[in-house]
């Protein structure tokens, strides 16, 4: 048996199924270049800390940081901040 249109949305009739469908196919397009350009940052990130460890220095400059997590909370509110956290540690691991 196949799960309507309307069953899948959670909407109450066919032309709010259908808008919420065709904007899904672009927030599924949207996800899948986030995820590709935090993968890019992921690697820019990574030839950062390369070069600095194989100097001598740390893995993490903290006071980058500071910097990477004001741009979001700036852009984006509270919210940012805990965003720009979870991709730090996506790009440096836990500390
Ligand atoms: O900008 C740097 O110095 C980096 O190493 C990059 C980066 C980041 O991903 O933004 C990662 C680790 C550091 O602690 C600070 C920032």
Redesign the pocket.
Same mark, same amino acid.
Do not use: F, W
């Given at each position: 048996m196949s799960v309507t249109q309307t069953e899948k949305t959670g909407a109450r009739t066919e032309t709010a199924a259908t808008v919420i469908s065709g904007a899904r196919e672009r927030i599924d397009a949207l996800d899948d270049r986030i995820i590709g350009l935090i993968q890019e940052?992921?690697a820019?990130?990574a030839v950062?800390?390369d070069a !600095?460890i194989a100097s001598g220095g740390r !893995?993490?400059?903290?006071a980058?940081?500071m910097e990477?997590l004001a741009h979001y909370r700036d852009a984006l509110g509270k919210p940012g901040t805990s965003l720009a956290m979870t991709?730090?540690e996506l790009? !440096?691991g836990r500390?």
């Amino acid at each position: 048996m196949s799960v309507t249109q309307t069953e899948k949305t959670g909407a109450r009739t066919e032309t709010a199924a259908t808008v919420i469908s065709g904007a899904r196919e672009r927030i599924d397009a949207l996800d899948d270049r986030i995820i590709g350009l935090i993968q890019e940052r992921m690697a820019v990130s990574a030839v950062i800390q390369d070069a !600095r460890i194989a100097s001598g220095g740390r !893995r993490v400059n903290l006071a980058r940081e500071m910097e990477v997590l004001a741009h979001y909370r700036d852009a984006l509110g509270k919210p940012g901040t805990s965003l720009a956290m979870t991709m730090l540690e996506l790009c !440096r691991g836990r500390i």
